[in-house]
């Protein structure tokens, strides 16, 4: 399914020096973080991993609870560490969707809250722009043209990025996301959460060729991608091991399971680079923190003498950073035409929404 995600509107180059003042609150990060053109200021991210990990996942109302206790304290750090007030930013920024509802709320509540204390603009940002965005902040910012494959919690697609205010989707996951079969595994596998860190981790030790677990949708034509299957796959493998066997396995398990979604997103990658004519390929969304991945898109890129963006951790995962990035090429809504705005869960909403 293709679709172009793009801001109406804005004119890229207008506010590249602006200081803006960004949140990001749209799944159990809370994130604030002060930008001024290219340059991060500062760059906060609250992590809740360790409230939700006893659930094996995030849970929706304890992570807008959570928000709403931290994000004043996150933003006020965000500022102070920027060596900037409110009073000095030029625009408010705040993911306004997808993500949790909840949590999505908090956020622009008080991002708009903030920017109305001091009658100033806010610009609400899709949260997939704000990935794409990562990728435009020093150090060595990335101009477009290039391909991004966005890989997440909640979203895996391959975006054609031809200017700085959107992306076109040329293929996505037809059912779950990449970081969430790297969650679900480790769940399965008694390995904690978030599960790609530690589904890396227990990989090390572990022989990636031992099982040999589904490569899906290599064969489709398309750029669309499928992990459900794998998951399925790992389920009745650690039923057939049985629990002894399956935990005597586990890091052959991890790596083996590693390696069938590198190998997914590396042939879907590639067959994009067929078909367009991309210079450059980065990498974004937590999934693109994953070590294998990213030597196998060096890899790819030298093979095809292509430029590759890797953008340091902490700009991969949720972050404020990439949030105001996409803010500096998107339409600002003065003071107070913001007031009535809403958040929106589902990419389609976003759509509609832009
Ligand atoms: O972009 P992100 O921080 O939040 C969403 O927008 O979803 O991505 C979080 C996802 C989680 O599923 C987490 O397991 C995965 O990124 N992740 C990784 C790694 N670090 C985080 N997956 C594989 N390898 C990693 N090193
Ligand atoms: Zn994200």
């Not at 159990?28 to 760059?43: H, K, Y």
């Not at 622009?108 to 902040?137: C, M, Q, R, W, Y």
């Not at 970081?179 to 530690?198: I, S, V």
């Not at 953008?311 to 991969?316: A, F, I, R």
Request: glycine share 10%.
């Amino acid at each position: 399914m293709a679709g172009v995600h793009r801001q109406p509107g804005s004119k890229r180059g207008l506010a590249r020096e602006m200081r803006i003042l960004a949140l990001e609150t749209s799944c159990d990060d809370t994130c604030a973080a002060v930008v001024e053109g290219e340059r991060i200021l500062s760059n906060l991210v609250s992590s809740q991993a360790a409230f939700h990990e006893s659930y094996g996942g995030v849970v929706p109302e304890v992570a807008s609870r959570h928000h709403l206790e931290l994000v004043n304290a996150v933003v006020a750090a965000a500022l102070d560490r920027a060596g900037t007030e409110l009073a000095e930013v030029d625009a408010v920024a705040v993911t306004q969707g997808p993500g949790l509802i909840g949590a999505l709320l908090v956020g622009l509540s008080t991002a708009k809250a903030l920017a109305a204390a001091h009658e100033k603009s806010l610009i609400p940002i899709d949260h997939l722009h704000g990935h794409v965005a990562a990728n435009f902040l020093e150090p060595e910012p990335l101009e477009p043209p290039f391909l991004c494959l966005i890989a997440s919690g909640g979203h895996t697609l391959l975006a054609g990025v031809r200017d700085h205010r959107g992306f076109e989707i040329l293929g996505q996951t037809l059912d779950d996301a990449a970081g969430e079969a790297f969650d679900k595994g480790a769940r399965l596998l008694g390995l904690g959460y978030p599960g790609g860190p530690a589904i890396q981790a227990a990989a090390e030790d572990g022989d990636p060729e031992a099982f040999d677990f589904p490569v899906a949708m290599t064969r489709d034509p398309g750029l669309d991608l499928s992990f459900s299957g794998l998951k399925t796959a790992l389920v009745y493998k650690v039923r057939e091991l049985g629990p002894k066997r399956a935990e005597q396995a586990r890091a052959d398990l991890a790596a083996s399971f590693q390696r069938a979604i590198v190998d997914q997103l590396v042939a879907k990658i590639g067959r994009a680079l067929d078909q367009g004519d991309w210079p450059a390929l980065a990498l974004g969304g937590g999934v693109a923190a994953n070590a294998e991945l990213r030597e196998r898109a060096r890899e790819l890129c030298e093979q095809r003498g292509l430029r590759l963006k890797l953008v340091p951790l902490e700009l991969c995962t949720d972050n404020a950073a990439m949030i105001a990035s996409a803010a500096l090429h998107t339409e600002a809504i003065p003071h107070p035409d913001y007031l009535g705005f809403d958040a929106f869960e589902t990419d389609r909403q976003a759509l509609r929404a832009s």
